[in-house]
């Protein structure tokens, strides 16, 4: 159906943002973690109820009820490969480098400030598009496509204002300041002067009279610190520099280092000595050093506590070298020893940790750090490239991360629900239609003499339970219908919000029939983490069939996505099934990945950079651009699980493959004649 069809007309809600590219629809984005990045357009549907077009060969429903239409779990294509992003180490990674399940920096709102948090990648998307260049006036630049969002002192605002046949939207223009840190500096090569520099830092010589350890031998060096990352470091440098024989051995309170070898004992002293002119690589590893030997960074404030005197000013020289601004405490710590404190807040503190890439991570963090504005990034120019580049951009659990030193926003795009009007390239996971009067119409349409009573079935489309339910709640009032006109339902979903409903379920099937389905295809949490990221683990699925199950509910699981080469071994079906049969799964329905337009190029580009070995196989399984796999094939996997059930005590359902479709998105309405299959979310 079209969108002019689904809503009545309703008044414009006062709380509601002025743009409303879709008639009748009261648009809404949240502030919250959860929801960043999306808009929810709520309408008020004619018709809740649908039926499956055509005739419902194979299919288990006629009718069905979709309560939202969209979902939550992809994104689009923005940046260009080599931009940085903050990882939550406090290093950075060329976008086009991340992977699903990286720890990276975003942000979120407390109070009046955003504060930078410790977010994941979900998601990661590449496609060509018309590029930007965004230059700043402090020299940093950002390549992008006109549909980014940057986080700027009034906002978010778009890199160009209308797209083609779109409303006018906030967009960049010059003199618009952004939100964030200023571009990131670049990461020190480990080149042989790197290394000897903090070696130079970290190592400290040792007289030869005093300790000697257990094995009698006499350590010539001690560490400055003692830290696991400090230690692997050090090794490792000695390592490369030629020293094969180099190992810790304890030194009373401290770590010292010890050698079999006169050669390499010598090697050291060597590459400890510091060179007679100064050299930008070694003041970077040396900085390096001292700060992994000396330094802390706690409640925001960047210290070198000095305990050896003799590395005092050629902190202070390397400090100046890169123009870094320092005070020396004008106090002395209780032991005697001087400090340096590094000025320049947030920004000058990322500029030496990425300048000089020190070993220990923990104290490069920015979690909790607000963000207020001081660091003068204002929009100097934006300029058409005139060519069409490879963008990259990602999903995160926070909806932002931080490109080279600026807040960047989410922008969600990917195949989606063109037959409702709205856009192809970006709404299908950021815009969430929401039929609001759900519960009342649907009891409408139940106590109309038309109605028979037929079984309806829920997350056919999109997943009723998806994280919006928990703000709506449609759901509760739904089940509450179907209840009082003793109408049978069925629900599918991954997700576990349905246990809040679970006492409305229990009172519906003491009335009419009632069946919950899962969807959970594998166990394997890597796994999940790189294509399910999105949904609540396999774990917390199973819990939930387990307590639906001892409520009394009869639960079927449906096995899908199986995925071909990942989770198809005889082992890992055996160990699901157990499982889930331990879970107390009445039936289990094996499904092979289903691969529809949209779902089939995410799918395939993750798996060429994650599983390239795997691509040929593909290739022939889904051979000329079919969305399922052969007949033997779907046979061969039913076969492994049917023996499975039959090991665990329970009978497996033979349900051939295309009576349940699984797909990442919605796409065009079923061809007259065709039948509309269930389609569940990938991601």
């Given at each position: 159906?079209r969108?002019?069809h689904?809503t009545?007309?309703?008044?414009p809600?006062?709380?509601?943002p002025?743009?409303q590219?879709?008639?009748?629809a009261?648009?809404r984005?949240?502030?919250?973690?959860g929801?960043?990045?999306?808009t929810?357009?709520?309408v008020?549907?004619?018709?809740?109820?649908?039926?499956?077009?055509?005739?419902?060969?194979?299919?288990?429903?006629?009718?069905?009820?979709n309560?939202?239409?969209?979902?939550?779990?992809?994104?689009?294509?923005?940046?260009?490969?080599?931009?940085?992003?903050?990882?939550?180490?406090?290093?950075?990674?060329?976008?086009?480098?991340?992977?699903?399940g990286?720890?990276?920096?975003?942000t979120?709102?407390?109070?009046?400030?955003?504060?930078?948090?410790?977010?994941?990648v979900?998601?990661?998307w590449?496609?060509?598009k018309?590029?930007?260049?965004?230059?700043?006036?402090?020299?940093?630049?950002?390549?992008a496509?006109?549909d980014h969002r940057?986080l700027?002192?009034?906002?978010w605002?778009?890199?160009?204002g209308?797209r083609?046949?779109?409303?006018?939207?906030?967009?960049?223009?010059t003199?618009n300041?952004?939100?964030?840190?200023?571009?990131?500096?670049e990461?020190p090569?480990?080149?042989?002067?790197?290394?000897?520099?903090?070696?130079h830092?970290?190592?400290?010589?040792?007289p030869?009279?005093?300790?000697?350890?257990p094995?009698g031998?006499v350590?010539?060096?001690r560490l400055?610190c003692a830290?696991?990352?400090?230690l692997?470091?050090?090794?490792?440098?000695?390592r490369?520099?030629?020293?094969?024989?180099?190992?810790?051995?304890?030194?009373?309170?401290?770590?010292g280092?010890?050698?079999?070898a006169?050669?390499?004992?010598d090697?050291i002293g060597?590459l400890?000595q510091?060179?007679?002119?100064?050299d930008?690589?070694?003041?970077?590893?040396?900085?390096?050093g001292?700060?992994?030997?000396?330094?802390?960074?706690?409640?925001?404030?960047w210290r070198?506590v000095?305990?050896?005197?003799?590395?005092?000013?050629?902190?202070?020289?390397?400090?100046?070298?890169f123009g870094?601004?320092?005070?020396v405490?004008?106090?002395?710590?209780?032991?005697?020893?001087l400090?340096?404190r590094?000025?320049?807040?947030?920004?000058?503190?990322l500029?030496f940790f990425?300048?000089?890439?020190?070993?220990?991570t923990?104290?490069r963090t920015?979690q909790?750090?607000?963000i207020k504005?001081?660091?003068?990034?204002?929009?100097?120019?934006?300029?058409?490239?005139?060519?069409?580049?490879?963008?990259?951009?990602i999903?995160?659990g926070?909806?932002?991360?931080?490109?080279?030193?600026?807040?960047?926003?989410?922008?969600?795009a990917?195949?989606?629900?063109?037959y409702?009007d709205?856009?192809t390239?970006?709404?299908f996971?950021?815009?969430?239609v929401?039929?609001?009067?759900a519960p009342?119409?649907l009891?409408?349409?139940?106590?109309?003499p038309?109605?028979?009573?037929?079984?309806?079935?829920?997350?056919?489309n999109v997943?009723?339970?998806?994280?919006?339910e928990g703000?709506y709640?449609?759901?509760p009032?739904?089940?509450g219908?179907?209840?009082?006109?003793?109408?049978p339902?069925?629900?599918?979903?991954?997700?576990?919000l349905?246990?809040?409903?679970?006492?409305?379920?229990?009172?519906?099937a003491?009335?009419?029939?009632v069946?919950?389905?899962?969807?959970i295809?594998?166990?394997?949490?890597a796994?999940?983490?790189?294509v399910e990221?999105g949904?609540?683990?396999?774990?917390r699925?199973?819990?939930?069939?387990?307590?639906?199950?001892?409520?009394?509910?009869r639960v079927?699981v449906?096995m899908?996505p199986?995925?071909?080469?990942?989770?198809?071994?005889?082992?890992?079906?055996d160990?699901?099934?157990?499982?889930?049969?331990a879970?107390g799964a009445?039936?289990?329905?094996p499904?092979?990945?289903?691969?529809?337009?949209?779902?089939r190029?995410?799918?395939l580009?993750?798996?060429?950079?994650?599983?390239?070995?795997?691509?040929?196989?593909?290739q022939?399984?889904y051979?000329?651009?079919?969305?399922?796999?052969?007949?033997?094939?779907?046979?061969?996997?039913?076969?492994?699980?049917?023996?499975?059930c039959r090991?665990?005590?329970?009978?497996?359902?033979e349900?051939?493959?295309r009576?349940?479709?699984?797909?990442?998105?919605?796409?065009?309405?079923?061809?007259?004649?065709?039948?509309?299959?269930?389609?569940?979310?990938?991601?």
């Amino acid at each position: 159906m079209r969108w002019s069809h689904l809503t009545e007309s309703i008044p414009p809600d006062a709380t509601a943002p002025v743009q409303q590219p879709l008639p009748g629809a009261v648009v809404r984005t949240f502030d919250t973690p959860g929801f960043a990045g999306m808009t929810f357009y709520e309408v008020r549907a004619k018709s809740l109820i649908n039926k499956v077009a055509g005739e419902p060969r194979g299919v288990p429903f006629e009718y069905t009820i979709n309560p939202y239409r969209g979902c939550t779990h992809a994104c689009s294509y923005c940046l260009a490969g080599d931009t940085p992003v903050l990882m939550a180490d406090g290093r950075t990674k060329p976008i086009a480098e991340l992977r699903v399940g990286d720890a990276i920096v975003g942000t979120v709102r407390e109070g009046s400030y955003r504060r930078y948090a410790v977010t994941h990648v979900r998601d990661k998307w590449s496609t060509v598009k018309p590029a930007y260049r965004v230059t700043l006036r402090d020299g940093t630049e950002l390549v992008a496509s006109g549909d980014h969002r940057f986080l700027t002192d009034r906002g978010w605002k778009h890199v160009t204002g209308a797209r083609s046949g779109a409303a006018q939207r906030p967009h960049l223009t010059t003199g618009n300041k952004l939100m964030g840190t200023g571009r990131f500096a670049e990461q020190p090569k480990e080149s042989p002067e790197y290394r000897r520099g903090y070696l130079h830092a970290v190592l400290r010589p040792e007289p030869e009279a005093g300790y000697r350890d257990p094995y009698g031998t006499v350590p010539r060096f001690r560490l400055a610190c003692a830290e696991p990352q400090v230690l692997s470091r050090t090794i490792g440098y000695l390592r490369e520099s030629g020293v094969h024989t180099a190992e810790y051995t304890p030194l009373g309170q401290r770590t010292g280092l010890r050698t079999y070898a006169r050669r390499d004992l010598d090697l050291i002293g060597l590459l400890l000595q510091r060179p007679e002119e100064r050299d930008a690589e070694w003041d970077k590893g040396f900085l390096a050093g001292v700060f992994d030997a000396e330094g802390s960074h706690t409640q925001g404030l960047w210290r070198i506590v000095h305990t050896d005197p003799e590395l005092v000013e050629p902190t202070r020289a390397a400090l100046r070298a890169f123009g870094f601004d320092f005070v020396v405490e004008d106090r002395r710590d209780p032991i005697g020893l001087l400090s340096l404190r590094l000025l320049g807040g947030l920004p000058e503190k990322l500029r030496f940790f990425h300048l000089t890439d020190p070993a220990v991570t923990r104290r490069r963090t920015v979690q909790g750090v607000a963000i207020k504005g001081t660091v003068p990034l204002h929009v100097a120019s934006i300029e058409p490239l005139g060519l069409e580049l490879p963008l990259w951009d990602i999903t995160t659990g926070t909806g932002d991360f931080i490109a080279n030193g600026v807040v960047s926003h989410n922008c969600f795009a990917r195949n989606t629900h063109s037959y409702l009007d709205l856009d192809t390239g970006h709404d299908f996971d950021s815009k969430i239609v929401v039929k609001v009067n759900a519960p009342e119409l649907l009891r409408r349409e139940l106590a109309s003499p038309r109605w028979e009573g037929r079984p309806i079935a829920m997350g056919t489309n999109v997943d009723c339970y998806q994280r919006a339910e928990g703000r709506y709640q449609l759901m509760p009032g739904i089940i509450g219908a179907l209840s009082d006109w003793s109408n049978p339902f069925s629900i599918l979903t991954k997700g576990t919000l349905i246990l809040r409903d679970l006492p409305l379920l229990q009172r519906a099937a003491q009335r009419t029939r009632v069946s919950v389905a899962f969807s959970i295809g594998f166990l394997d949490e890597a796994l999940w983490r790189s294509v399910e990221s999105g949904t609540p683990s396999p774990s917390r699925r199973l819990d939930a069939v387990r307590r639906m199950s001892d409520a009394g509910l009869r639960v079927g699981v449906l096995m899908a996505p199986i995925l071909p080469g990942l989770s198809d071994s005889e082992e890992q079906l055996d160990a699901t099934v157990g499982a889930l049969v331990a879970a107390g799964a009445a039936s289990i329905t094996p499904l092979v990945l289903h691969l529809r337009p949209g779902a089939r190029e995410w799918y395939l580009g993750w798996l060429a950079a994650n599983h390239p070995e795997l691509v040929p196989f593909y290739q022939r399984l889904y051979a000329g651009n079919r969305a399922y796999v052969s007949a033997d094939y779907q046979r061969l996997v039913t076969a492994k699980v049917r023996r499975a059930c039959r090991r665990h005590g329970l009978p497996a359902r033979e349900t051939p493959a295309r009576d349940l479709v699984l797909t990442g998105d919605e796409t065009e309405p079923p061809a007259a004649g065709e039948a509309a299959g269930v389609q569940l979310t990938l991601l």
